[in-house]
């Protein structure tokens, strides 16, 4: 069974609550920009993480292998000058589109918080 995921859907909910943190759409962006291996990829996020948060390493190859699954990225093992081969990951079309809709679905999250704050202040 598969699990659902928000990016596929035409709803502006999420259910990827497994990876956290918006796992999957920053490692979107992080692959729209350029391709990467995995330990770049986690290294750039934790450049843009909350450092008081704790960080799951795990979290990245997860989302990386499902994303992998449902087409928003692929892979390819690349030959290393140091060291055994390394997975590079790149985005797909597929992963272009849902990295669009993740956008639409931070803006209504962003907005929903904007509410919350601003009711708790009055």
């Known amino acids: ?43 750039e996020l934790k450049k843009s993480d909350t450092p008081k948060l704790p960080f799951d390493v795990g979290a990245v190859y997860r989302a990386l292998r499902d994303m992998e699954k449902n087409g928003a990225v692929r892979s390819i093992w690349a030959e290393s ?24 679905i931070v803006h209504l999250r962003k907005k929903a918080l904007e509410n919350f704050l601003s009711a708790y202040k009055e």
């Open 1 to 43: 069974m598969s699990k659902r995921n928000c990016c596929d859907s035409s709803e502006n909910t999420c259910s990827c609550g497994p990876h956290g943190r918006l796992m999957e759409p920053r490692l979107l962006l992080l692959l729209k920009k350029k391709t990467a291996y995995g330990y770049e990829l986690i290294n």
């Open 81 to 104: 000058a140091v060291g055994p081969k390394k997975r590079i990951y790149q985005i797909t079309r597929k992963g272009r589109m849902g990295l669009k809709k993740w956008v639409k």
